[in-house]
């Protein structure tokens, strides 16, 4: 028997590394079957193509070779890209993202998400390890991105959220020993101070709200064909949150008060790969905080409203148990913007959003000394500083301020 040269000896951990390596080759172009296909195109353009998943608004990138076996070599050299450098900041953001949907709503899940593509998918940190970024390298993209985005308190935070969160994740997965982050204290004069706010754009005066009223009554009186303007209305007598007022139902109603106790949440579905999905309405049964469990005394114009909303309902047939309806469907709160916007418009006047009409009521209680705790617990709010702060506003006309001053002095 002749045997074999050391040359000609195949070497067994070489065949079972090779086996291994093409189950490896398998098992990828069978976890990216699952994100896309792979097609061949036609006429002029016959190369094979298919999608890789991208930090774009689509979620993916096309990508195309001559050959299928190029593409197919691209394909994995992604994937192994990924599977070789598993603490890449993207990639950790999303193992982050999808443990945080665990402990918060949709919601905040959409808010971070937005924050993430606006401040985090275009820099050069989406790119980088975490064991790269230095405290220098986080102090030196924080400060620039506040610096170049003009950020107040409020954005700081949404946008720090990220980086804070991905960094303290990368912590308990022991990829790095300690945060840098937390190292990091911004100093007093950084972040943009509070913009001064105009009543012009805050709130409708009493002229305007009296426009609108005339408005919309004789739009439903000559033509009834919806009753959305008149949520509109009834928001100018009652001050609810856009969710509280498209989720009322006919049960929360008494002959003098109206019950808030739910509202509608909304939010874009943000999908585990980062891409986004359907817009999603939801009653949610309580309300913003505690302070939104309330009743709401019913004005003689509200009862008015309530009943015109009533017997329509009932003309049509509709049985459904809220009280504003589309087809026998309850409608979600963007219909009421785009209902406020359009008479806005028609009137010639400033457009201004249903949280205005909000404001509106607020600042007229105050104006009409109505007492500061009935008016915060009329607004559903926790604290008189959130009454006062962001909520009383001038309501008169510039030619009524000024007679009230020349009077007054």
């Known amino acids: ?79 192994k890209e990924i599977e070789n450098n598993p603490n890449i900041f993207h990639i950790l953001y999303l193992e982050w993202l999808n443990m945080k949907r665990l402990e918060v709503s949709e919601a905040t899940i959409e808010r971070i998400h937005t924050a993430y593509t606006k401040f985090y998918k275009d820099n050069p940190i989406n790119d980088m390890s975490v064991k790269d970024i230095t405290y220098l390298k986080l102090k030196e993209f924080l400060l620039s991105t506040i610096k170049k985005h003009n950020l107040n308190y409020k954005q700081y935070c949404n946008f720090s959220c990220v980086l804070r969160g991905v960094l303290g994740y990368a912590m308990d997965k022991e990829v790095i020993d300690k945060n840098p982050f937390d190292k990091f204290h911004l100093g007093k004069n950084v972040l943009r101070a509070p913009d001064n706010k105009s009543s012009k754009t805050q709130v409708f005066t009493i002229d305007e709200r009296k426009q609108i009223e005339e408005a919309i009554w004789n ?14 209305l009834l928001d ?43 817009v999603v309405y939801e009653v949610k049964e309580a309300p913003k905080s505690s302070a939104g469990f309330r009743d709401v005394e019913l004005i003689p114009k509200a009862v008015e409203v309530l009943q015109a909303v009533h017997e329509f309902n009932q003309a049509h047939h509709w049985d459904n148990e809220f009280i504003f309806l589309d087809d026998n469907k309850r409608i979600n709160r963007r219909r009421l913007d785009i209902q406020i916007h359009k008479y806005c418009r028609k009137l010639g006047i400033s457009t201004r959003s249903m ?29 008189l500083t959130t009454t006062y ?21």
């Open 389 to 409: 702060n962001s909520y009383c506003f001038s309501v008169l006309s510039n030619d009524e301020n000024r007679e009230r001053m020349i009077s007054a002095l």
């Open 236 to 278: 100018f007598y009652t001050g609810l949150r856009s969710g509280e007022l498209v989720t009322l139902s006919w049960n929360d109603i008494s002959e003098t008060s109206l019950h808030v106790h739910r509202t509608e949440t909304s939010y874009t579905v943000i999908n585990p790969d980062g891409t986004k999905g359907n």
């Open 1 to 79: 028997m002749q045997l074999l040269n050391d040359s000609d000896k195949v070497n067994l951990d070489d065949v079972l590394l090779q086996g291994k390596e093409i189950m490896n080759k398998r098992e990828i172009m069978k976890q990216h079957a699952t994100f896309s296909n792979i097609w061949q195109g036609t006429g002029d353009d016959t190369r094979w193509k298919t999608y890789l998943p991208a930090d774009n608004k689509r979620g993916r990138k096309l990508i195309a070779c001559s050959q299928p076996e190029q593409l197919e070599r691209k394909i994995i050299a992604y994937y």
């Open 355 to 383: 949280h205005k009409i909000r404001k509106y009521f607020v600042s007229v209680l105050k104006i009409s000394n109505v007492e500061d705790n009935e008016i915060k617990r009329l607004a559903g709010h926790k604290y």
């Open 219 to 232: 739009d439903f009186k000559e033509n009834p064909t919806s009753t959305i303007p008149l949520a509109v």
